[in-house]
């Protein structure tokens, strides 16, 4: 059965949102001391000399039902988003753990399941997991840490006015995926393309890897372009112009969008999970950086983001996915 | 409010039990490729050239109640865990990452209240909280992954006929003041040394540096020397012996133990989440590994644990708290 994992908020409750309870957390937690070269706030932590971590949950009924999940396809996504992480800071993976809260009601043989996926996309990046936790619990929660090395990471907050915005690969069509599996019409070719984009996002680890030195940002898209491109415009005190005409919509999805009334480049802007590298780099670099680009924007004075093209509307600044 | 800190089963449903479930989870996640210098099944797994890496979890209705847990005792704890696993490897800490799955009821307030707890073992254990994730969920659950290095790791599997099997501090008191807590009995002085050793357990950090290069075999007290005997006897090759009338039982612990009809040594040998560390040594590293130890025991040749001294059983080897 082909199934949809779902997007979803990662955190909300009727006090405070996602950010203002990270803030709050990362406030609790007092000084962190000398010996962390980057905290809180990037897709990762980076430690000295080279050491480059972060971590992720994916929660019954938050991130995914258990009815319309596909197991193995959950525990490749648990993993790769992850490791996306580790290619946006521009880190060769060395490994991952896993925490397995096994939710009443599962069975063993689904965890199985579940780790044969995780096993599948460790093998595919290169990140092999070498440890791991079991408990029971109430739901189903897998808590994956990823860890990598790089000489030179690559941030959010580098970005100059002047340099290029530019993409890897395509959008939109996680989230076009998502929408025919939920819709039951992932059945054409075309269709199931899209869906195998959701189900299974493959991390740009070696591009990452080759990018890095060449970008002055860079972050991976995970919310959609619109929601990230803010992220490095905030990070790097600029202001970020996308050109929605620009980006390289993936094949399939324009008939998507058409069929729900949206312009194509609003759709890849904000569907999020394409799990693609977003990069600011000076303009002689785009060419010659080693990995094909799409120029899909520039860096200017300024802050926040700004849209020109179809579907333009300052509104899709604003998309916060906690809100939706 | 002083609350305990309730010991639970790490994992058990109907189907298998926490060791065969993590067998066939090791199983379905194929192999690891090069590049682990040691994977899933010792304190925690070492990464070229000398990265350590664990992780636990702690879950609500599992490892504690929210009725009778204190927050910032529980955020200490769950850091404090996972720090000891490095510990048991030689390893200097080098930072941690918290995913925190917040509960459905559990306000802001009470998981900064939690991160307070983290961040106060994180500078007592100088493992800075460098990362995490947030996420909404039935149960609050914690995710800690913890990060060190060490040039050489001590492992379970080294001891050799002839060690010594000794023990850093002291036994018994965390069961000690559990007991205590959950009677509503920790109002005096000694019963409160003993409750604090419950709630706020220290990791053996720098012992464990120490002890790593001067140790056949070491790794963490936290279900008790009679289990974790065992677990360095099987993965060593050897058979372990333990004298009960030499474990170093805690002052107050012998009244506890006493009140319950046992004898003071089976009862520090079962009682689990001392954190202390059990190396098997050789005879003349004993006094020369520059930290106190106690001489509880020997190896020999065989397999499994065997007992000398008052409360002397062959079911002590047996222990399995997830059986209890």
Known sequence: VACAVHRAPAYHCREVGEFELIARLAGALGETGPGVLLGIGDDA???????????DLVVEDVHFRRATTGLADLGWKALAVAVSDLAAMGAAPLGAVVGLALGSGWSADEAVAIYEGVGECARECGCPVVGGDVSRAAVLMLAVT?????AAPATRGGAQVGDVLAVTGSLGGSEAGRLLLEA????????AALAHRHLRPVP???DGRILA???HAMLDVSDGVASDARRLADASGVCVEVDLDALPVQPGVEEVAAARGVEPGAFAATGGEDYELLVALPEAALATSGVPLTRIGRILAGTGVRF?????????????????
């Open 45 to 55: 932590a980076v430690l000295p000399p080279d050491l480059v971590v972060s971590t």
């Open 184 to 191: 039951g019409a992932a059945d054409s070719a075309a269709a």
């Open 204 to 206: 740009r680890v070696a």
């Open 146 to 150: 990823v860890f990598g090395r790089t």
């Open 308 to 324: 020109t093209g179809a579907g333009a509307d300052e509104a899709l600044a604003g998309f916060d996915h906690l809100q939706s």
């Open 213 to 215: 030195p060449h970008v």
